[in-house]
């Protein structure tokens, strides 16, 4: 079965960094797109930052851009969301997907209906 599994979050001040990583099981992860996504209760999923199956192509959501970065590590089966100057705004649970069907990202902020696989998701709280 497929395993999506994030870790890494944390309290953090404002300002600061942080790095979430998702580690996926049970698919051949390099033909893949990853995601990651971020919600608030009561909120809709809000699409962060997408990377292609082979790491080549990367897109953000305007609000985190300039200050996230992800990255994937296929050997590894893992994809990474290094966070910067962290606001409070950042505060949310947040989610790594899988997309399966094409392999590729949109431009702009990830829609969670092109994804299929989700992990439990890792809480990210921003002091201040």
Not at 6 to 27: A, F, P
Not at 62 to 84: P, Y
């Amino acid at each position: 079965q497929v395993q999506v599994m994030e870790t890494g979050g944390s309290l953090v001040e404002t300002g600061g960094s942080l790095r979430l990583s998702c580690t996926v099981s049970g698919l051949s992860f390099d033909d893949y797109a990853m995601a990651w996504f971020r919600q608030v209760p009561g909120k809709e999923r809000e699409g962060i930052s997408c990377i292609n199956y082979s790491g080549g192509d990367t897109s953000y959501a305007d609000s985190v851009l300039g200050r996230f970065t992800i990255s994937r590590d296929n050997a590894d089966n893992t994809v990474n969301l290094q966070m910067t100057r962290l606001k409070e705004v950042d505060t949310a649970m947040y989610y790594c997907a899988v997309e399966r069907t094409s392999g590729y990202c949109r431009e702009g902020e990830p829609l969670e209906t092109d994804f299929d696989f989700w992990g439990q998701g890792t809480q990210v709280t921003v002091s201040s």
